[in-house]
């Protein structure tokens, strides 16, 4: 999930665990230690493009990651207030360990996923809400803040926090709830239509969980339909594109396609470029300009070097994503 949302769970999640003996203090450790994991968003300026994307979400994110830091950042904490003596070590690494532990465990419910069993090679994601979705964060973070204006032995902060944390959680169980809904409602048109496939993935939409699309696999071209919850037909129509996978026959092997492959969980679109191909991560689902053809824009350029293939992350068309999300926005209110 987003840097926001991150913050306002580690400081709900420190109000829980010391709030009552320290105060704001509880909430401030516990939005700063819900905040470090993300900061391996730095590796981006000491190794390449390909390489920060795999760090990314990958031991920062882990368990075992949470279990070794947390006693560190608890000494850490106590020594600062060592002259007040409000709480023990053992009693910051407490908070330590949990606003560290639940900011992977609620970036498991997006498309990206975290190494949270890290150091297996996979990514736990749940697909089930987008990375940044207001209706998840500002009930949290409003009810978080009027929290915080409250004495530290206040019953009604205390009732407002865990009000935060229900009113979200609930949330999380709708789109969980919602994604199973609109899950069987593709696979039953995919059925009805008699498209044979080989898997398929849903993912909402950014900044909402009414509307959502799936990425059906069918060997040589994927497709792709949507579906909104205000849809009054629940009877889809799916896109054909062609994933053009064959472009990376002669090259399957290179070491950076294997390492996007497996990044894109084999979940990619690839077309000719000028200086070899941009191969897009299809994970995310695609995009929608005026005409509803999918487009995609997270994507890598790949292009060889001497006698090696390398690869730099693409940039993003501005102009091409502010006419998509008008689309997605009329889009999402149904047809």
Known sequence: MDSIT??????????????????????LWGAIAGTIPDLDVFTKFFVDDLTANELHRGISHSLIFSILFAPILGYFISWIYRK????????????AFWALVTHPLLDCHTTWGTQFLWPLPYRVAYNNIFVVDPLYTLPFLILLAIAAFYKKDSIIRRKLNWTGIAISSLYMLWTLGVKWYVHSNFA???????????????????????LWTATVDADSLYFIGSYSLLDTDKNITFKRVDNNHKFLNDIRNEDVVKRLRFLSKDWYVVQKADI?????????????????EPKYVFGYHLFKEGSNWKVKQADRPKVEMKEAFGTLWTRMKGQ
């Open 6 to 27: 991150q913050i306002v769970l580690g400081a709900a999640v420190g109000e829980i665990v010391l709030g009552k003996k320290v105060g704001n203090k509880a909430m």
């Open 276 to 292: 070899g191909f941009t191969y897009y991560d299809a994970r995310f689902g695609p995009f929608f300009s005026q005409d509803l």
């Open 84 to 95: 007040t003596r409000q709480a023990t070590m053992n009693d910051w690494g407490w908070l």
């Open 188 to 210: 039953d048109n995919l059925q009805s239509q008699h498209i044979d496939y080989n898997r398929i993935t849903t993912v909402p939409t950014p900044f909402n969980s009414i």
